[in-house]
Protein backbone atom coordinates (compact mmCIF):
# COMPACT_ATOMS: atom_id res chain seq x y z
CA UNK A 1 0.00 0.00 0.00
CA UNK A 2 1.35 3.33 -1.08
CA UNK A 3 0.46 6.75 1.73
CA UNK A 4 0.55 10.03 1.79
CA UNK A 5 1.07 12.50 4.95
CA UNK A 6 0.48 16.02 4.21
CA UNK A 7 1.23 17.76 7.25
CA UNK A 8 3.46 20.65 8.14
CA UNK A 9 3.97 20.29 11.36
CA UNK A 10 7.78 18.24 11.14
CA UNK A 11 6.97 15.83 15.06
CA UNK A 12 3.46 15.40 13.70
CA UNK A 13 4.92 14.19 10.04
CA UNK A 14 7.62 11.62 12.28
CA UNK A 15 5.14 10.43 14.50
CA UNK A 16 2.65 9.65 12.07
CA UNK A 17 5.15 8.28 9.69
CA UNK A 18 6.11 6.19 12.10
CA UNK A 19 2.86 4.87 12.90
CA UNK A 20 1.92 4.39 9.07
CA UNK A 21 5.30 2.68 8.25
CA UNK A 22 4.17 -1.03 8.86
CA UNK A 23 1.32 -0.51 7.12
CA UNK A 24 3.49 0.35 3.78
CA UNK A 25 5.22 2.74 1.81
CA UNK A 26 4.47 5.91 3.05
CA UNK A 27 5.78 9.60 1.60
CA UNK A 28 5.54 12.94 3.23
CA UNK A 29 4.92 16.10 2.14
CA UNK A 30 4.89 19.37 4.13
CA UNK A 31 2.41 21.52 2.78
CA UNK A 32 -0.26 21.73 0.34
CA UNK A 33 1.40 22.29 -2.68
CA UNK A 34 4.20 19.63 -2.44
CA UNK A 35 1.12 17.15 -1.70
CA UNK A 36 -0.69 17.70 -4.94
CA UNK A 37 2.74 17.42 -6.81
CA UNK A 38 3.62 14.02 -4.99
CA UNK A 39 -0.33 12.88 -5.73
CA UNK A 40 0.03 13.86 -9.42
CA UNK A 41 3.69 12.38 -10.11
CA UNK A 42 2.63 9.49 -8.49
CA UNK A 43 -0.29 9.09 -10.88
CA UNK A 44 1.76 10.28 -13.75
CA UNK A 45 4.23 7.38 -12.95
CA UNK A 46 1.09 4.76 -12.85
CA UNK A 47 1.73 4.39 -8.71
CA UNK A 48 -0.84 6.04 -7.42
CA UNK A 49 -1.22 6.56 -3.79
CA UNK A 50 -3.99 3.91 -2.19
CA UNK A 51 -4.45 6.53 1.60
CA UNK A 52 -3.57 10.35 2.53
CA UNK A 53 -3.32 11.40 5.70
CA UNK A 54 -4.28 15.19 4.85
CA UNK A 55 -3.90 17.77 7.49
CA UNK A 56 -6.42 21.00 7.14
CA UNK A 57 -4.53 23.74 8.72
CA UNK A 58 -1.03 24.14 6.93
CA UNK A 59 0.64 27.10 4.70
CA UNK A 60 1.14 27.49 0.62
CA UNK A 61 -2.62 25.25 0.71
CA UNK A 62 -4.66 24.15 3.31
CA UNK A 63 -6.01 20.47 2.92
CA UNK A 64 -9.36 21.30 2.21
CA UNK A 65 -8.27 22.81 -1.06
CA UNK A 66 -5.58 20.22 -1.60
CA UNK A 67 -8.62 17.76 -1.05
CA UNK A 68 -11.04 19.39 -3.50
CA UNK A 69 -7.85 19.46 -6.27
CA UNK A 70 -7.27 15.62 -6.00
CA UNK A 71 -11.23 15.13 -6.47
CA UNK A 72 -11.25 17.71 -9.86
CA UNK A 73 -7.87 15.42 -10.61
CA UNK A 74 -9.48 12.16 -10.32
CA UNK A 75 -12.77 13.18 -11.94
CA UNK A 76 -10.73 14.68 -14.80
CA UNK A 77 -8.94 11.29 -14.95
CA UNK A 78 -12.49 9.93 -15.35
CA UNK A 79 -12.00 8.54 -11.77
CA UNK A 80 -15.62 8.40 -10.39
CA UNK A 81 -16.44 5.72 -8.14
CA UNK A 82 -15.26 5.43 -4.56
CA UNK A 83 -13.37 2.05 -5.13
CA UNK A 84 -11.11 4.33 -7.57
CA UNK A 85 -10.60 7.39 -5.80
CA UNK A 86 -8.10 7.56 -2.95
CA UNK A 87 -8.73 7.59 0.57
CA UNK A 88 -8.62 10.45 2.26
CA UNK A 89 -8.22 10.58 6.02
CA UNK A 90 -8.14 14.16 7.53
CA UNK A 91 -6.08 14.92 10.52
CA UNK A 92 -6.95 17.97 13.10
CA UNK A 93 -7.22 19.10 16.07
CA UNK A 94 -10.41 19.81 17.99
CA UNK A 95 -10.14 23.47 17.46
CA UNK A 96 -10.69 22.89 13.42
CA UNK A 97 -13.92 20.99 13.56
CA UNK A 98 -15.87 23.26 11.20
CA UNK A 99 -13.29 22.98 8.19
CA UNK A 100 -13.35 19.26 9.03
CA UNK A 101 -16.70 18.94 8.16
CA UNK A 102 -16.30 21.05 4.80
CA UNK A 103 -13.60 18.14 4.35
CA UNK A 104 -16.11 15.40 4.48
CA UNK A 105 -18.39 16.81 1.54
CA UNK A 106 -15.35 16.74 -0.62
CA UNK A 107 -15.27 12.79 -0.05
CA UNK A 108 -12.86 12.32 2.76
CA UNK A 109 -13.66 8.96 4.18
CA UNK A 110 -12.29 9.60 7.80
CA UNK A 111 -10.61 11.84 10.13
CA UNK A 112 -8.39 11.26 13.00
CA UNK A 113 -7.93 13.81 15.79
CA UNK A 114 -4.36 14.95 17.05
CA UNK A 115 -2.57 14.30 18.77
CA UNK A 116 -1.90 10.47 17.44
CA UNK A 117 -1.97 7.32 19.30
CA UNK A 118 -0.72 4.18 17.53
CA UNK A 119 -4.23 2.53 19.23
CA UNK A 120 -6.31 5.09 18.03
CA UNK A 121 -4.64 5.07 14.41
CA UNK A 122 -4.67 0.73 14.26
CA UNK A 123 -8.46 1.05 14.78
CA UNK A 124 -9.19 3.52 12.47
CA UNK A 125 -6.85 1.08 9.77
CA UNK A 126 -8.91 -1.40 10.77
CA UNK A 127 -12.39 0.30 10.33
CA UNK A 128 -11.07 0.90 6.46
CA UNK A 129 -9.63 -2.95 5.86
CA UNK A 130 -5.68 -1.85 6.59
CA UNK A 131 -3.98 -4.33 8.53
CA UNK A 132 0.09 -4.08 8.94
CA UNK A 133 1.99 -5.69 6.55
CA UNK A 134 3.78 -8.97 7.49
CA UNK A 135 7.35 -9.46 6.74
CA UNK A 136 8.66 -12.60 5.67
Request: proline content about 4%.
Amino acid sequence: MKILIVEDNPHNCQLLEGLLAPYGSVKVAVNGKLGLTAYEEAHQQNEPFDLIFLDIVMPEMDGNELHSLIRKYEKDQGIHDEESQVKVVISTSKECANQMYASFSLGAFHYFLKPYHKEELDDLMDQMGYQPQVED
